[in-house]
């Protein structure tokens, strides 16, 4: 006769962080894929900007909002990083706390990059320069955009009574994204705002 062994799994959480959560591995691959869009988008404007003697086709894009810009998505790190810890702990009240900060965060960056495309000084039709300049400026606030609904979401959510449990994960994985937007921000700034200027 057979001997059958019965373990009671019910106290096994339903959520887990980091790599143990398939949502996670979904949001690296996609930050995976979109890194790459980023890198050949770059790479098609320094190709550009090696065979082209005059690059760029236009004057560069001013420093003063794009440098506003850069440097509030910096100081973002630092509540996006403590949040991150938060929702590890599962401390509702520092969570909550600090999803408020990064959507003001978020909108206020959202913002800058509004102010910066006021202020460009090619249009996205005049060359290749400015066709390139206004999709990989347009690509990424696609990306800036995208987190910070998703951003204000979670936020909501937090303070309703699904504010527990696997919503701690879904803000570590918001957190996370986010450092993906910060830090492809990093390379295209340096591309589009200083390459020029070289």
Do not use: K
Request: charged content about 15%; hydrophobic content about 55%.
């Amino acid at each position: 006769m057979e001997h059958r062994v019965v373990r009671d799994l019910s106290d096994l959480p339903s959520y887990a962080f980091g790599p143990r959560m398939t949502m996670w591995w979904g949001t690296l691959s996609f930050c995976l894929l979109e890194g790459t869009g980023f890198a050949l988008a770059l790479g098609g404007y320094l190709y550009l900007a090696f065979v082209n003697p005059d690059w760029p086709l236009g004057p560069p894009p001013p420093l003063f909002w794009s440098g506003i810009f850069t440097l509030l998505m910096l100081a973002s790190l630092v509540p996006n990083f403590v949040i991150e810890r938060a929702a590890r702990g599962e401390n509702l009240f520092r969570v909550r706390l600090l999803l408020v900060v990064m959507s003001a965060a978020g909108l206020l960056v959202t913002g800058a990059r509004v102010m910066e495309f006021a202020v460009l000084p090619v249009r996205w039709d005049f060359n290749a320069y400015g066709s390139l300049l206004w999709v990989i400026l347009g690509l990424h606030a696609a990306h800036l955009v995208t987190d910070v609904v998703d951003t204000v979401i979670v936020t909501v959510l937090m303070f309703t009574r699904h504010g527990f449990g696997r919503r701690f994960s879904d803000v570590e994985d918001n957190a996370f994204y986010w450092n993906f937007v910060v830090l492809s921000w990093l390379p295209t700034y340096f591309v589009l705002y200083w390459v020029p200027r070289l």
